[in-house]
């Protein structure tokens, strides 16, 4: 055999064993990437799975806080509120005196205002963000909600609520203050609650919220739009972590108040709420 056709039966032997072996890889890889594609496959259905779980639970824990604070990509939902707004403004436009109303539906963000601007006096309304204020010293682990304080003869108010009954002196946990002040708009609870907090921990509510108190007169005013921010922020989790926030909104589920917003509202629908009279 001639020198060029040993060369040539070599080239012809190589190319063919590089074809045979690329082939044979070929064949590895696709059965490779094919068992990858099943463990991709299966490790994104576990985490969505796990995602999903963790929002039930969520959901379950903290059922009064929004949804949506526990979504990475929440979608809002559109709907038509013309008629709810001619409602409310049918309603509003008769009444005698000042009258506002302020509703904002919370996934969407769309809003409905009738004297929605207009001022009132925060009087025990100031009752909300100061028991806001408490929870964010418990969040920060310098007072806890067992905690017991006594009264104090300064402290005591007998023009709403009945703790001033229990006299100076009196033991009672930061626990039973918040929850008579919310839920039985007690003056005594309110001011022995105040006295634990500095005029920045108070302040630091509204400044958080970016509500501005029109304080001109002796009580400070706010409007229905602008005191909505309180609840909002409950709500969505914004100012308190989740676990305090519905904390709150269950406290002011269960007030003794029902003739106001409660009121022609189906029982089994839960109402956070908070009543103000100056």
Known sequence: MS??????????????RL???????????????????????ALTVLFLFNQKGNHVDNYEKFPLVSKRVFLENPNDVIINFVPLRKALRG?????????????????????????????????????VPLAMSILKKVEKGDIMLTDRVFLKEEHLDNRFG?????????????EELVKLSLQESDNTAYQTLYALLTNKEVEEVYENLEIEVNVA???PLVSPKSYSSIFRSLYLASFLLEAESNYLLDI????????KIPAGVPKDVLIAHKIGGF
């Open 217 to 219: 007169s002796s009580s």
């Open 162 to 174: 009945s703790l001033w009954q229990r006299g100076p002196g009196a033991p009672i946990t930061i």
């Open 19 to 41: 074809r045979s072996w690329s082939e044979s890889n070929i064949d590895i890889l696709l059965v490779i990437l094919g068992i990858l594609s099943v463990i991709t496959l």
């Open 91 to 127: 309603y509003v436009d008769p009444l005698e005196g000042k009258v506002g109303v302020y509703f904002e539906y919370l996934p969407s963000g769309v809003s409905i205002g009738v004297n929605a601007t207009e001022e009132i006096r925060l009087a025990s309304l100031s009752k």
């Open 252 to 259: 002011l589920t269960r007030t003794i108040f029902h003739d």
């Open 3 to 16: 020198e060029k056709n040993k060369i040539t039966d070599s080239r012809f032997s190589l190319i063919h």
